[in-house]
């Protein structure tokens, strides 16, 4: 499959974004796309994840309450919805994707990333 990401920018502290990841080709739903971000020096953090086929999603402790995970009805976009933005949230970020059956870590497709800056 293939994701394209789009959403991310600058945004003062406090502020918000939505970050879009439309997974095309094979058949969508049947993927699990995760959110996942890496800031200069830092590893890869993920910060959750959603089944396009339907379903809660997962999101990790560490923006549980200012990040929202969701889907589109027809299963094609999962999105980041990021609310009180931090400077420390400035990262650039990527969607993976993987089937839904593959390994907790085992995505296989990716985005090419958007930056997300966040300025005080």
């Known amino acids: 499959v293939h994701l394209t990401e789009s959403g991310g920018g600058s945004v003062q502290v406090g502020g918000s974004l939505r970050l879009s990841c439309v997974v095309s080709g094979s058949v969508p739903n049947l993927y699990v796309v995760g959110w996942f971000r890496q800031a200069p020096g830092k590893e890869r953090e993920k910060l959750g994840a959603i089944y396009l086929g339907g379903g809660s999603p997962y999101t990790a402790d560490s923006v549980k309450g200012r990040f929202t995970i969701s889907r589109d009805t027809i299963g094609r976009t999962a999105y980041l919805q990021m609310n009180d933005l931090r400077t420390e949230d400035t990262a650039v970020y990527y969607c993976?994707?993987?089937?839904?059956?593959?390994?907790?870590?085992?995505?296989?497709?990716w985005g090419q990333g958007t930056q997300v800056t966040v300025t005080s």
């Open positions: 993976g994707a993987k089937p839904r059956g593959a390994g907790p870590e085992e995505y296989d497709s």
